[in-house]
Antibody, heavy 120, light 106 residues
Framework: QVQLVQSGAEMKKPGASVKVSCKAS????????MHWVRQAPGQGLEWMGW????????NYAQKFQGRVTMTRDTSISTAYMDLSRLSSDDTAVYYC?????????????WGQGTLVTVSS | DIQMTQSPSTLSASVGDRVTITCRAS??????LAWYQQKPGKAPKLLIY???SLESGVPSRFSGSGSGTEFTLTISSLQPDDFATYYC?????????FGGGTKVEI
């Protein structure tokens, strides 16, 4: 069965960077785009961007351009999301989410989420 | 960016009720809309895509309709497991955007 397992909770200081991982299993990793979505405490969902595990190509939301980097390691079926210059506004649960049908822009499987807390 | 507005933000209902949630887009998105269910502390779960297509494994009491700018998610007979928050999401254009959510509570 499809599983997306994310790395554990992180606590960071303002100005630092965080890297969240998402290990995929149960399907062909390179066959499906991976998206990242975040959710601030008590708030709604916010799309950050996607990466094509096959090509490494990316598409980031303009809001995060220059601060986010999505990468992958196909040898271990893992996607990564790196967010820099953190502020308290970045405190959120970060989810990886698999694109349905390979490259569609809705999400059929989600990771369990990684809480990133930014505090001095 | 396309703004997605859900109503109501909170809905009180009882087991067995028919429940309807509305999602409005700030511009036409054809039928490029998905619905998700989220329970506290859990990741969202896909229910509906392309406005009305039921995801595999999702109970048939869930249905979606609409096109253009107005969409609805209907639960025909609310079950105890359905108390959750529901989000719509447009994928007509980037950035992909979500509605603010509708919490269905007892």
């Amino acid at each position: 069965q499809v599983q997306l397992v994310q790395s554990g909770a992180e606590m960071k200081k303002p100005g630092a960077s965080v890297k969240v991982s998402c290990k995929a299993s149960g399907y062909t990793f390179t066959g499906y785009y991976m998206h990242w979505v975040r959710q601030a405490p008590g708030q709604g969902l916010e799309w950050m961007g996607w990466i094509s595990p096959k090509s490494g190509g990316t598409n980031y939301a303009q809001k995060f351009q220059g601060r986010v980097t999505m990468t992958r390691d196909t040898s271990i079926s893992t996607a990564y999301m790196d967010l820099s210059r953190l502020s308290s506004d970045d405190t959120a649960v970060y989810y990886c989410a698999r694109a349905a049908d390979g490259d569609k822009n809705w999400f059929d499987h989600w990771g369990q989420g990684t809480l990133v807390t930014v505090s001095s | 960016d396309i703004q997605m507005t859900q109503s109501p933000s909170t809905l009180s209902a009882s087991v067995g009720d028919r429940v309807t949630i509305t999602c409005r887009a700030s511009q036409s998105i054809s039928t490029w809309l998905a619905w998700y269910q989220q329970k506290p502390g859990k990741a969202p779960k896909l229910l509906i895509y392309k406005a009305s297509s039921l995801e595999s494994g999702v109970p048939s009491r869930f249905s979606g309709s609409g096109s253009g700018t107005e969409f609805t998610l209907t639960i025909s007979s609310l079950q105890p497991d359905d108390f959750a928050t529901y989000y719509c999401q447009q994928y007509n254009s980037y950035p992909l955007t979500f509605g603010g959510g509708t919490k269905v509570e007892i």
